[in-house]
């Protein structure tokens, strides 16, 4: 079984600031690795995944991740925020082996201030 | 193209009554998906379709929970005899891959569910 563990549920921020978002795992098998947005109002969207390769994974909108497996983390990061950049992120994890379904983190609240 | 979509958006129901909420996936996309995010939550998953059957199910908190897509597209989640616990929004995923693909799960917007 998996579990995923974002420990800050809230990062406050200022605009044009770095900000890490923290993602850890629990799994007894290999994983693949996933960050979601989710936008007031709106479903959820794929921000990047890491699923083999290159530990630094790029995603969208100037996002990356670095999978680390003797830390077993996945932490999201941004050079410089942007006001738009306000949602909630979700890491979530998936076994290797027979399973097709996604574990998710409870989520962290980013909030960028002007 | 379409995203996937999910009918209604919204949907109060007193306790014991009967609810189904309506998934729309991708054109062409094989598995479907449905999840559940309670308030302060993550998505948690329910049940997992490839094409007709339901490949897992392990997600299904109990038997008052069941849902179908007899066609391989559309699916309907059912809820028998509601409880203020099911409270939620529920969430519709679909994905172009075979079982065990690495193909993106797109999400829906969700039905949020309000049990009285």
């Known amino acids: 079984a998996q579990s995923v563990t974002q420990l800050d549920s809230q990062v406050p921020v200022f605009e044009e600031a770095p900000v890490e978002l923290r993602c850890n795992y629990s799994?007894?098998?290999?994983?693949?690795l996933f960050w979601y947005v989710q936008y007031p109002n709106q479903g959820l969207q794929l921000l990047l995944k890491?699923?083999?390769?290159?530990?630094l994974v790029k995603g969208i909108n100037g996002f990356e991740a670095e999978f680390n497996k003797s830390q077993t983390s996945f932490h999201l990061r941004k050079p410089s925020v942007h006001i738009s950049d306000t949602a909630e992120y979700f890491c979530?994890?998936?076994?290797?082996?027979?399973?097709?379904?996604?574990?998710f983190g409870t989520g962290t609240r980013l909030q960028v201030f002007p | 193209g379409a995203g996937v979509s999910q009918t209604p958006s919204n949907k109060v129901t007193e306790k014991g009554k009967y609810v189904e909420l309506r998934c729309d996936p991708i054109?062409?996309?094989?598995?479907l998906y449905w999840y559940r995010q309670s308030l302060g939550q993550g998505p948690e998953f329910l049940i997992y379709?490839?094409?007709?059957?339901?490949?897992?199910d392990s997600g299904l908190p109990n038997d008052r929970f069941f849902a179908v897509r007899p066609e391989g597209s559309v699916s309907t989640l059912k809820i028998q005899r509601t409880e203020r616990g099911d409270s939620a929004v529920y969430l519709c995923?679909?994905?172009?891959?075979?079982?065990?693909?690495?193909?993106?799960?797109?999400f829906g917007p969700g039905t949020r569910l309000t049990v009285l």
């Open positions: 995923a679909s994905s172009s891959g075979g079982r065990g693909s690495t193909d993106t799960q797109y």
């Open positions: 799994s007894s098998v290999s994983v693949y």
């Open positions: 890491y699923l083999s390769g290159s530990t």
């Open positions: 979530a994890v998936r076994g290797f082996y027979n399973t097709d379904k996604l574990i």
């Open positions: 054109s062409g996309h094989t598995a």
């Open positions: 379709f490839q094409g007709t059957g339901a490949a897992d």
